[in-house]
Nanobody, 119 residues
Framework: QVQLMESGGGLVQAGGSLRLSCAAS????????MGWYRQAPGKQRELVAA???????NYADSVKGRFTVSRDNAKNTAHLQMNNLKPEDTGVYYC?????????????WGQGTQVTVPS
């Protein structure tokens, strides 16, 4: 079982920045991929950014050049630096971890953190 604790959401004006953090704890051998997803009101959850254990990254087209995902394997943490935020970035941001454990791998989700960028 893996627990993911997110922090760093909030309300920020358009053009501003926020940094989200996700800390993983619990029982696992390794975490292959850590990612950030978001869900806007009335929309499906979508991938924002993901990073593998060796640092390979993947971004949604809408955030390329504005968001940066990073991770610290030793601390089992991931971060999402969000710059030049836009109203369409508003939503609940969820941390995801693809972890390896007995019988796994398994996908785990955090509780979500709200990001609001008023128009």
């Amino acid at each position: 079982q893996v627990q993911l604790m997110e922090s760093g959401g909030g309300l920020v004006q358009a053009g501003g920045s926020l940094r989200l953090s996700c800390a993983a704890s619990g029982s696992f051998f390794s975490i292959n991929v850590m990612g950030w997803y978001r869900q806007a009101p009335g929309k499906q959850r979508e991938l924002v950014a993901a990073i593998s254990s060796v640092g390979s990254t993947n971004y949604a087209d809408s955030v390329k050049g504005r968001f940066t995902v990073s991770r610290d394997n030793a601390k089992n943490t991931a971060h999402l630096q969000m710059n030049n935020l836009k109203p369409e970035d508003t939503g609940v941001y969820y941390c995801n971890a693809h972890a390896v454990w007995i019988g796994g791998p398994y996908d785990y989700w955090g509780q979500g953190t709200q990001v609001t960028v008023p128009s």
